[in-house]
């Protein structure tokens, strides 16, 4: 569900002082962050953060086209390995 639209997008204010400090000095260094929920908006185009995923700071660089979408969309949480190699299904045709 999204957010109310008297309210506005959700921004984290602190992250968003880091963005423009960065911007005024011409700097383009990654910004870590644990703001998962803040909106992105079309200051934060061009940067690089770091999203924290639960364990790690897998590094996300801002476009256009993600604007409007929360920067926990771009970190995932969750690792697919794979299915297993079906050494179930082998046995029960060569054994049956």
């Given amino acids: 569900m999204s957010r109310s639209l008297k309210k506005g997008p959700y921004v ?6 880091k963005v423009e400090q ?4 011409d700097r383009r260094q990654p910004i870590k962050t644990w703001a998962r929920a803040c909106t992105i908006v079309p200051e934060f185009v061009g940067h690089t953060f770091l999203v924290h995923n639960g364990k790690a700071f897998p590094s996300v660089f801002v476009t256009e086209d993600m604007v409007g979408h929360k920067l926990g969309e771009f970190s995932l949480t969750r690792n697919f390995r794979s299915h297993t190699t079906g050494t179930k ?3 029960a045709q060569g054994r049956t």
């Fill in 89 to 91: 299904a082998q046995r």
């Fill in 12 to 17: 984290d204010l602190k992250l968003y002082r």
């Fill in 22 to 25: 960065l911007t005024q000095m």
